[in-house]
C-alpha cells in the first residue's frame, strides 16, 4: 500500500503562491489516481483537485479553478498542488489522497489512502 506525505506549506500573504508536495512510497504511484483536499478549521474536508493516474486528466473546485494548478511527476513518484493568488479563505489543512483507479476522483471517500496534511495560512 502507498504512504503519502506532504510538504511544501506555511505562511504566505494574500496573492502570494506556494507549492504543495505528495511524496509517495511504497506502491505503484502511477497507478494511483489523486486528490487534493483541505479542512478549515470547524468545516469539513473539501475537494481541491484531482488528476489522473497519467496525469492526462484533471478536475478543479469551482474556489481554485484558474488560481490552483495539480501536477504529478511520475518518475520520482511525487504529486504537486501549485497554488497562486492565494485568498485568506484558502487558509486551511491541506491532505493528498491516493487510490487505485484508472478514473478522476472528486469524492473525499472514493480515496483510501491519506497523508498526514500540511498547513496554510494566508495572511490578508
Known amino acids: 500500500q502507498v504512504q503519502l506525505v506532504e510538504s511544501g506549506g506555511g505562511l504566505v500573504q494574500a496573492g502570494g503562491s506556494l507549492r504543495l508536495s505528495c511524496a509517495a512510497s511504497g506502491g505503484t504511484f502511477s497507478t494511483y489516481a489523486m486528490g487534493w483536499f483541505r479542512q478549515a478549521p470547524g468545516k469539513e474536508r473539501e475537494f481541491v483537485g484531482a488528476?489522473?493516474?497519467?496525469?492526462?486528466?484533471?478536475a478543479y473546485a469551482d474556489s481554485v479553478k484558474g488560481r490552483f494548478t495539480i501536477s504529478r511527476d511520475n518518475a520520482k513518484n511525487t504529486g504537486y498542488l501549485q497554488m497562486n493568488s492565494l485568498k485568506p479563505e484558502d487558509t486551511a489543512v491541506y491532505f493528498c489522497?491516493?487510490?487505485?483507479?484508472?478514473?478522476?476522483?472528486?469524492?473525499?471517500?472514493?480515496?483510501?489512502?491519506w497523508g498526514q496534511g500540511t498547513q496554510v495560512t494566508v495572511s490578508s
Open positions: 489522497a491516493g487510490v487505485r483507479s484508472s478514473g478522476l476522483l472528486l469524492g473525499k471517500n472514493d480515496y483510501g489512502y
Open positions: 488528476i489522473s493516474r497519467n496525469g492526462g486528466s484533471t
